[in-house]
């Protein structure tokens, strides 16, 4: 496909466990976001991925939070130990990047609906 | 801390007439704005943006004012039609890598 995948679309998990979340960016972009959104509130930026460039992770709310890139593409979020306001939505992004740090048209993917019980 | 905030979290238009989405920001750092439209299931995808060193940007049925004197965007749809009804998002980038979003106006149109 064309656009930004993720999966799965929707996971439920317990407290406790840990969660692995997936974005397949569009080929050839090199910047990738991960935000989430909460019930009643805005998107909220977790981290970024540009190239081979050491990732900017000031969004992340705790460390149970991680995230990788794999081969510059495809992108894996991972919660540790999850918690009930881990629920969100988390949406993953792709961009390609512009020269001189400047930014370009963010193209999302569905999103995966996650609920902790 | 929102720096972002679009106080409406809901509206409702006739089909035909003008839908008006309002979202403020606090940093007047912010040089570039963004709107985004999302449906149910969907990610946000583009919709509009505009540059600080304009006061208006037009497309088609969408246009964006921004006023930085008083640190206000509106986005304008006229005339609304019933495929708009989804929830936009007004968004500014900050240091090339963040975005700052908004938490969202649900707008419906009504045949």
């Known amino acids: 496909g064309a656009g930004v995948s993720q999966s799965p679309s929707n996971k439920v998990t317990e407290k406790g466990k840990d969660v692995e979340l997936r974005c397949d960016p569009i080929?050839?972009?090199?910047?990738l976001y991960w935000y989430r959104q909460s019930l009643g509130q805005g998107l909220e930026f977790l981290i970024y991925f540009q190239g081979n460039s050491a990732p900017d992770k000031s969004g992340l709310p705790s460390d149970r939070f991680s995230a990788e890139r794999t081969g510059g593409s495809v992108s894996t979020l991972t919660i540790q130990r999850t918690q009930q306001e881990d629920s969100a939505v988390y949406l993953c992004?792709?961009?390609?990047?512009?020269?001189?740090?400047?930014?370009?048209?963010?193209?999302f993917g569905p999103g995966t609906r996650l609920t902790v019980l | 801390d929102q720096q972002v905030k679009q106080n409406s979290p809901s509206l409702s238009v006739q089909e035909g007439r003008i839908s008006i989405l309002n979202c403020d920001y606090t940093?007047?750092?912010?040089?570039?704005f963004l709107w985004y439209k999302k449906y149910p299931a969907e990610g946000p995808t583009f919709l509009i943006s505009?540059?600080?060193?304009?006061d208006k940007n037009e497309d088609g049925r969408f246009t964006v004012f921004l006023n930085k004197s008083a640190k206000h965007l509106s986005l304008h749809i006229v005339p609304s039609q019933p495929g708009d009804s989804a929830v936009y998002f007004c968004a500014a980038p900050h240091t090339g890598n963040q975005f700052y979003f908004g938490t969202g106006t649900s707008l419906t149109v009504i045949p």
């Open positions: 940093n007047s750092m912010f040089d570039y």
């Open positions: 992004a792709s961009s390609l990047a512009l020269a001189g740090g400047r930014w370009d048209t963010q193209y």
């Open positions: 080929s050839g972009h090199t910047a």
């Open positions: 505009i540059s600080s060193i304009k």
